[in-house]
């Protein structure tokens, strides 16, 4: 059943709509009582849809889980929902007192699988043996030289490299590293429909509409789902919906990372902040130049180019699987 508005949330919407109307940009303000509503329904009817009898989805300690856990209780209840926790070997400590601090607070059913023990067994911390460099600061240190020196050899982002492979300027280093970090993700996929099938649950996807344009995921890894309640909202509409369905402060303002790879979060991979992200993403997809975009935010034009390049980059991504035509 839909959740009804008590007059204390009311009231805290009223608070935060007149916050968020300080702080964020009208192009990316959004309602997020209506829009709640909204994606409370979409849950219900893929429930109904695919004839599944709750839901199931991978719960990292980060805004954006808790944000599609925090829906889909809302949605189809607590006894419902179950937030599948997936740690190994490279996890921030942190992230798993988050997870369970989100599920705690929704009162869902959670779960725990490690990791570690498949990826080892597979050979996977052999690729790249972080663990040899003891200390978790010392590891993000070396994951952050790396990855810079890459962007120094390339001239570019390694990100952008990345998503058309590195022939031309091939390095093993590099290779290593995105089959490292990606069978992570696409470990993590095999367990949600898993557990999914097993108790005939709907597998929810946690992945925004800026990593969806960007391509900062994973295919067939995060980006696989039966649905995707939040792949329509920019990363700045996913924190306003964050405070109005009352996720935990610090898991809201923590820096958003994957949490695959020790030194590594988002916007240090992206090169610039989500909220700038944003405000150049929404208007290229509203068919703006990078040259007009960067006159209207008094940006810098290459700043523009860049995210222009991401989601000319990342286009395969978002495509269906390449089909040849047989006559």
């Excluded at 190994?88 to 059913?109: M, N, T, W």
Aim: with cysteine; charged share 25%; proline share 6%.
């Amino acid at each position: 059943m839909p959740v009804e508005e008590s007059p204390e949330a009311t009231h805290r919407l009223a608070e935060a709509s007149q916050r968020w109307g300080n702080m964020v940009p009208e192009e990316l303000r959004i309602d997020p009582a209506a829009v709640a509503a909204e994606l409370e329904a979409f849950i219900r009817q893929q429930a109904e849809r695919l004839r599944r009898e709750g839901a199931i989805l991978g719960v990292s300690g980060g805004l954006d889980s808790a944000v599609v856990a925090a829906l889909a209780t809302r949605a189809l209840g607590q006894d419902k929902v179950v937030a599948l926790f997936m740690p190994e070997r490279d996890s921030e400590p942190q992230s798993r007192r988050d997870a369970l601090l989100v599920a705690e607070k929704l009162g869902i059913v959670w779960r725990e699988v490690d990791l570690a023990p498949m990826l080892s067994l597979a050979g996977i911390y052999g690729a790249v043996p972080l663990r040899l460099l003891g200390a978790r600061r010392l590891q993000s240190w070396a994951v952050r030289r790396f990855y810079e020196r890459y962007a120094r050899a390339f001239g570019e982002s390694p990100l952008l490299r990345m998503m058309e492979g590195t022939r031309g300027k091939r390095t093993a280093w590099l290779d290593k590293g995105v089959a490292y970090h990606r069978i992570k993700h696409r470990m993590r996929m095999a367990m949600w429909y898993y557990y999914g099938e097993l108790e005939n649950r709907l597998v929810l996807g946690c992945c925004n509409r800026t990593e969806e344009m960007t391509g900062f995921f994973v295919r067939y890894g995060d980006s696989a789902a039966d649905a995707a309640p939040i792949a329509g909202l920019y990363k700045t509409q996913v924190r306003q919906l964050a405070e109005y369905l009352e996720v935990p402060p610090q898991v809201i303002s923590k820096a958003p990372s994957p949490d695959l790879l020790p030194g590594i979060t988002d916007e240090y991979v992206l090169g610039m902040t989500y909220d700038l992200l944003d405000r150049i993403l929404v208007r290229l997809e509203r068919g703006m130049s990078p040259t007009d975009v960067a006159a209207e935010l008094t940006i810098e034009p290459r700043q523009a180019e860049y995210v222009a390049d991401l989601m000319r980059r990342s286009a395969h991504m978002r495509e269906p699987v390449v089909v040849p035509k047989v006559v």
